[in-house]
């Protein structure tokens, strides 16, 4: 396939993705995500509001429908805060696994505290920490067998958000990769994510250095509720002699843990094929 129909295929799925946020400004009636409390009763109830009082006997909450419920402490699992919406008598928990796509960063923010830890494809695990509301630091390495533990390589991935309002974030970040060779690679990135964190669309830029080398990047994605437990997301990325990738798939939402399974598309490579994409992540 010659480049100029590669980098029109690649640009015109980015900009099908950015787009795709053109639903999420339409889904602003689902609302952001809100804090509210979790009742949960020992014979199995669970029950989503705000508390009007409680004292050391009861606790007396107003669900979303204006229902009063009395519990009684001593009927009580749990009672927490957490973040989501009631929608059509459902509770949708938001995408904790906010800050990435499938394996580009979005323009959201770790919070101060938070702590995202995964694995992409099985071999390469990481860790992000929140050290304030907008920046965070995070790295990992490979988990592959034959390297000395002196000359393992590592990256750094440090975050800082510039851009926090209701339907659109902004970010900068750096991705660099200590290799064996005591040589540096990496991409220095900004991007900007523009919708809610269950419809959203991400487009992304960055310097890719190696060495002497260096060449642009561009990337473009979306991501979209469908139910409570599943999004569909896209990720797509052309670079330097207009090669790229396309890739789709889902993330299943769990209460912290999310599961990515995906298909992505090497463009300019010759044949065509299609390699797996499978990603977890827990965010504490």
Known sequence: ?????????????????????????????????????????????????????????????RTQAGAVVTARRTEIASLRMVKGRIEK?????????????????????????????????????????????????????????GFDESDRPFWLTPKFQVLDSTNAQAAVGLLHLFNVDGDGAGIAYGVSTF????????????????????????MGGGEGRVSRHVKVMTENYVWKGGDGILSGGVRFLGERLSADLALAIPLGAGDFFAFPVVNFVYVF
């Open 1 to 61: 396939m010659e480049i100029k129909k590669i980098v029109r295929i690649v640009v015109a799925a980015m900009v099908i993705a950015a787009l795709s946020a053109g639903t999420i400004f339409a889904a602003e009636r689902q609302g952001q995500p809100a804090e509210l409390c979790e009742l949960v009763l020992k014979d199995g109830s669970r029950l989503f509001g705000t508390i009007e009082r409680e004292s050391p006997d009861e606790v007396v909450l």
């Open 195 to 218: 919708g809610n964190t269950d419809n959203a669309g991400t487009l992304g830029a960055g310097l890719a250095y190696s060495g002497n080398d260096r060449g642009w990047i561009v």
């Open 89 to 145: 008598g459902e509770f949708f928990r938001q995408d904790l696994h906010r800050t990435r796509l499938f394996f580009a960063p979005t323009g959201r923010s770790l919070r101060r505290g938070e702590v995202s830890f995964g694995v992409f494809q099985f071999l390469a695990p990481f860790v992000q920490v929140g050290v304030t509301d907008r920046f965070s630091v995070g790295g990992g390495t490979p988990l592959l067998f």
